[in-house]
Nanobody, 118 residues
Framework: QVQLVESGGGLVQAGGSLRLSCAAS????????MGWFRQAPGNEREFVAA???????IYADSVKVRFTISRDNVKNTVYLQMNSLKPEDTAVYYC????????????WGQGTQVTVSS
């Protein structure tokens, strides 16, 4: 059974940093993209960042420059380094894995709360 386990969320002041991790298990993920989405209260879930098997990445315009996505293919783990956090970054952050991640993520994590205070 596939499991995605996220960690690293929490409360931080504006301008601070957090690092999210997501460890995937239960099958081989070779060739799969890994990434992050987020959902703020009252809003739809939105794309944040994704990275493919070979390390190519893409970001939402709202987080470019401030966030960095990376992955460890041996550990099946994806990371999201979040710097210069803003109150509008407050959301539940979800890890996702899939062959076509942007259109149809196959697997989802349970989510981790990130709260940025002003």
């Amino acid at each position: 059974q596939v499991q995605l386990v996220e960690s690293g969320g929490g409360l931080v002041q504006a301008g601070g940093s957090l690092r999210l991790s997501c460890a995937a298990s239960g099958r081989t993920f070779r060739g799969y993209a890994m990434g992050w989405f987020r959902q703020a209260p009252g809003n739809e879930r939105e794309f944040v960042a994704a990275i493919n098997w070979s390390g190519g990445n893409i970001y939402a315009d709202s987080v470019k420059v401030r966030f960095t996505i990376s992955r460890d293919n041996v550990k099946n783990t994806v990371y999201l380094q979040m710097n210069s956090l803003k109150p509008e970054d407050t959301a539940v952050y979800y890890c996702a894995v899939g062959e076509d991640l942007l259109r149809a993520p196959r697997y989802w994590g349970q989510g981790t709360q990130v709260t940025v205070s002003s």
